[in-house]
Structure formats: C-alpha cells, structure tokens
Antibody, heavy 120, light 110 residues
Framework: DVQLLESGGGLVQPGGSLRLSCAASGFTFNNYAMNWVRQAPGKGLEWVSG????????YYADSMKGRCTISRDNSRSTLYLQVNSLRAEDTAIYYC?????????????WGQGTLLTVSS | QSVLTQPPSASGTPGQRVTISCSGSNSNIGSNTVNWYQQLPGTAPKLLVYSNNQRPSGVPDRFSASNSGTSASLAISGLQSEDEADYYCAAWDDSLNGHVFGTGTKVTVL
C-alpha cells in the first residue's frame, strides 16, 4: 500500500526557517512526481510546489517562489520542503501528495499532513 | 488566491442530487483535465474524480463529473450523510505553470 508520512512541522517564529519531510513507501518513488499542498486553518487547498521524479525539474506557486525549495532523496524515498522567511500566513497543514505520473497529473495519494505554525 | 471558482456551499436532503460548479479559464480547465477531491472533516483530501470524469476504484458511481469549455461540474446523486465534506476541483494551469485548486464547496446533508 502507498504510504506518505509527513514530519517536521511545529512552532516557528516569524522570519525563521523549517524543513518538512515526507517519507514515502509502497511504490517506486523515483518514478513519480511529488508535490506539497497546504491548507491554512479553515481555508481551502493551495498547491505549493512540485518536483519531477528525477528531481531535475521543480515548480513553485508564485506565493512561495523565492522562499521555499523542494527537493527529494530518491535513495531514501523522501521528499523535502525547505521554507524560509516564514510569515504568519504560512501557518497551515502541509500535505505531501503523489502525482499519478507526470507533474501535471492528478494527486492520487495524500499524506495526513504536518502542521506548521508561525507565531511569536 | 484560488484561480478556480466554486460556490461556497451546497446542500440537499438524503437521496437528492447536488451539483457543484467549477469555473476556470482557457489556461486551466480549457486546456487540461479536471480532477475533484473530497475532504471529509478532519482528514486529508482524497481523490474523487480524475481526468474529467473517471472514478478511482472504490468511489461510488453516485459521484459523476463533466466539463465543457472553461467550466466543470461534480454531481452527487442519491446524497448520503457520509457525503458531508468539502469538495475541491483542480487542474494544471499552463500560464501559471502549476496546479490550481478551486475555492472549495462545503456540502451539507440536511
């Protein structure tokens, strides 16, 4: 069975940085593009970033461009999101989502999410 | 902000049919397939419909979807209490070079 397990969330002060992780299992990790999607408290879903299976191509939402870096370690089947210069509006549950195949495809599996709270 | 527009809420009694609209543009729904996600209270989103009108294994055929031009819609027939959830449309956007989600619709079973 496909499993995605996010970790690394927590309480961070404004201006701080954090790295989120997503450990994947149950599929050949390097064959699939992966994504981060976030959801602020009581709000809708917002795509944050995506990365190709090889890691050679990355995509970012305009709201996060320049402040975050997506990466992956295919040897460890793990996806990462480094977020810098954190603001209160970055407070959200961050979900890891597997793409069916290529970067433009739908998200067929989601993790349970990790909560990032930005507050002083 | 969301690029795809959905009504904030929809409701019906058990057994009724509910329809949710999703309005986009030429760069997203007009050019790429539409997918729908269901988010039950307190849980992660789940794929409900993909490639405009395909249901993953395990999704009841009460859920159907269609699209035309720059709009899409999701229909729930024979509404059941367990269908109370938030529903989101989504698509790839060629102009933004990224995925876009709808604003989300909360379905309430009266």
């Amino acid at each position: 069975d496909v499993q995605l397990l996010e970790s690394g969330g927590g309480l961070v002060q404004p201006g701080g940085s954090l790295r989120l992780s997503c450990a994947a299992s149950g599929f050949t990790f390097n064959n699939y593009a992966m994504n981060w999607v976030r959801q602020a408290p009581g709000k809708g879903l917002e795509w944050v970033s995506g990365i190709s299976g090889s890691g050679g191509t990355t995509y970012y939402a305009d709201s996060m461009k320049g402040r975050c870096t997506i990466s992956r370690d295919n040897s460890r089947s793990t996806l990462y999101l480094q977020v810098n210069s954190l603001r209160a509006e970055d407070t959200a549950i961050y979900y890891c989502a597997k793409t069916y195949n290529s970067y433009w495809d739908y998200f067929d599996y989601w993790g349970q999410g990790t909560l990032l709270t930005v507050s002083s | 902000q969301s690029v795809l527009t959905q009504p904030p809420s929809a409701s019906g009694t058990p057994g009724q049919r509910v329809t949710i609209s999703c309005s986009g543009s030429n760069s997203n729904i007009g050019s790429n397939t539409v997918n729908w996600y269901q988010q039950l209270p307190g849980t992660a989103p789940k794929l409900l419909v993909y490639s405009n009108n395909q249901r993953p294994s395990g999704v009841p055929d009460r859920f159907s979807a269609s699209n035309s031009g720059t709009s899409a819609s999701l229909a729930i027939s024979g509404l059941q209490s367990e269908d109370e959830a938030d529903y989101y449309c989504a698509a790839w956007d060629d102009s933004l070079n990224g995925h876009v989600f709808g604003t989300g619709t909360k379905v309430t079973v009266l």
